[in-house]
């Protein structure tokens, strides 16, 4: 059985029906099209079940494979699913504590 990477809710109060802003529900959607099952590919994150990984998407779009050629390629993939491969790679990337200490070693190394 595998998880999805959709972060948990913050109930908030606003915006609709669920409480959530818009643009949290649409962030959480994308983010549900990421799964993990460690029966498939390895345990490596892939697209809606799919056996087709994110890093595989990351890796055409650094290659300059533009959106639609990946979507010809890969007809099961939507536009969305993109979406999701680029706002996972930023969530990943995107930890405050890492670049705190990143930080700290280059400064250190240069002795500042």
Excluded at 5 to 23: C, N, T, V, Y
């Amino acid at each position: 059985m595998g998880w999805r990477f959709a972060p948990q809710h913050i109930k908030r109060s606003g915006s609709d029906k669920s409480g959530f802003p818009r643009h949290i529900q649409s962030t959480n959607s994308l983010l549900n099209r990421i799964t993990y099952n460690p029966k498939q590919c390895g345990g490596i994150p892939c697209i809606r079940g799919m056996r087709i990984r994110v890093s595989d998407i990351l890796d055409m779009l650094a290659e300059n494979v533009s959106s639609g050629e990946i979507l010809e390629d890969f007809p099961d993939l939507e536009a969305e699913d993109i979406q999701a491969c680029l706002l996972f790679a930023f969530r990943r990337t995107n930890i405050p504590k890492l670049t705190v200490l990143i930080f700290g070693l280059m400064l250190n190394f240069l002795q500042i």
